[in-house]
């Protein structure tokens, strides 16, 4: 019953505001379009008429978009003061714009308009018994920002090239255009332009194509563009390349396997050195004295000069101990000294004697004078 009483009551004072000559009389449009971080004006201008005695009242709202919710009040003129600070997203924002409304401008300003300010706001003008109202739908766009250039595929001679462009920010519809901004200035002929995607594609390229392409991206608030330079290069020898991979490889493996075999070489002779050396260690005799050594370099001698004259028959007398046979000159003598007389001669030593000197006992058959085994 309440709803329907004020719709009454909103319905007889636009009667009597027809009949008492209210009026709104701002023509402008309404619908306006503005880029984010821009100022706005949404007139309202009105006059009154004698009639029109009661008290000015001048009010903007935002309309909702969902007609179950209600209008938000966004600015206030009442009993000759204004109230600003009704809707906290447009605190300091908005501000009517004359200092007098009740001369007839009722007109709000809206500085430093953001996307979110996007919607339809009413100017209500009541002064009893008329009442009037006026509708704005306000669009805040957002403009391009700098669009990216860049390059996608292989850039040789025959194959495809796709040159792509891109806003990250923008209020839609956004389209884009393409130029390329050096020699003839003309696009290629195996061109697709894609002005909504903002890619053009080129199919078969040649070095022709190559240059400077710029890419404009706009919308109805604003435009900005950016600048890429497109090289395309020959193909390259598949053949060569291939080969010399292939060639690179196998040196890599030969290489490879050189070093294996030194290493492996180098192991293995130090592995036989290490077994020659143990080897010579274990065979090498204990040291021998002086005289047994010089000893037995003269029997070994002596035994050789008369085995040369040796028999059957006498071997039965070259088995017996012959110490007492050994003369006495076989002894070493120094070298710069003369022979001594047999006068001088050391006397024969005894078969003890030579053991406790070192000397190995050798058996040396008994000869004649002619050289023959006795």
Same mark, same amino acid.
């Given at each position: 019953? *309440? ?8 319905y ?5 505001s ?12 309404t ?8 100022? $706005?004006?949404?007139d ?10 009661g008290?000015?009242? #001048?009010?903007?709202?935002?309309q909702?978009?969902d =007609?179950q ?7 206030? !003129?009442s009993g000759?003061r204004?109230?600003?600070h !009704? !809707?906290?997203p447009?605190?300091?924002? *908005?501000?009517? =714009? ?12 809206l500085l430093? $308009? ?9 100017c209500? &003008?009541? /002064?009893a ?23 996608e595929?292989?850039?040789? *001679? ?7 462009c /891109?806003?990250?920010d923008?209020?839609?519809p956004?389209?884009y #255009?393409?130029?390329?901004t ?9 061109? &697709?332009l894609?002005?909504v995607?903002?890619t053009?594609?080129?199919? =078969? ?12 991206a706009?919308?109805r $608030? ?5 600048v890429?330079?497109v ?6 020898n598949?053949?060569?390349v #291939?080969a010399?991979?292939?060639?690179c &490889?196998?040196?890599?493996? @030969?290489?490879?396997a050189?070093l ?11 592995? !036989?050195?290490?077994?020659i050396?143990?080897?010579i ?10 005289v ?13 000069s008369s @085995?040369?004259?040796m028999?059957?028959s006498n @071997? ?20 710069s000294?003369?022979?001594l007389?047999?006068?001088?001669a ?8 030579l ?6 006992? $050798?058996?040396?058959p ?6 023959s085994?006795?």
């Open positions: 019953m *309440v709803h329907i009483k004020l719709d009454h009551v909103f007889l004072c636009t009667f009597f027809a009949a008492y000559g209210l009026e709104i009389t701002s023509t402008g449009t619908s306006i379009e503005k880029a984010s971080g821009e100022s $706005v004006k949404l309202c201008q009105f006059t009154l008429a004698s009639e029109d005695s008290p000015l009242d #001048i009010e903007w709202s935002l909702p978009s =007609n919710k209600e209008e938000i009040v966004v600015i206030l !003129y000759d204004a109230y600003e !009704y !809707y906290p447009l605190n300091g924002r *908005v501000h009517f =714009n004359s200092a007098d409304p009740k001369s007839g401008d009722a007109s709000i300003n430093r $308009v953001e996307a979110k300010d996007t919607g339809t706001y009413q209500k &003008v009541k /002064k018994p008329g009442i009037r109202s006026r509708k704005i739908l306000l669009t805040v766009m957002v403009r391009p920002s700098k669009p990216r250039c860049s390059i595929g292989s850039a040789q *001679v025959g194959s495809e090239v796709m040159l792509k /891109k806003s990250t923008g209020t839609s956004l389209q #255009i393409w130029e390329k050096n020699g003839n200035k003309l696009l290629p002929a195996s061109a &697709v894609d002005p995607g903002g053009i594609s080129i199919r =078969n390229a040649t070095e022709a194509v190559s240059g400077m392409y710029r890419c404009t706009k919308n $608030v604003g435009t900005d563009e950016c890429l330079e090289n395309i290069t020959p193909s390259p598949t053949a060569g #291939i010399g991979s292939v060639i &490889v196998l040196l890599i493996l @030969l290489l490879i050189l294996l075999f030194c290493c492996c070489r180098a192991q293995h002779r130090k592995k !036989y050195e290490k077994e050396s143990y080897e260690r274990e065979d090498v005799p204990p040291p021998k004295s002086r047994s050594t010089a000893r037995s370099f003269t029997s070994v001698g002596s035994q050789r @085995l040369g004259s028999s059957p @071997l039965h007398e070259y088995s017996k101990p012959q110490y007492d046979k050994i003369p006495a000159d076989e002894y070493e003598r120094p070298p000294h003369a022979p007389p047999l006068s001088h050391p006397s024969r030593m005894a078969a003890s004697n053991s406790r000197m070192g000397a190995v006992p $050798v058996m040396i008994a000869q004649n004078r002619d050289g085994i006795v």
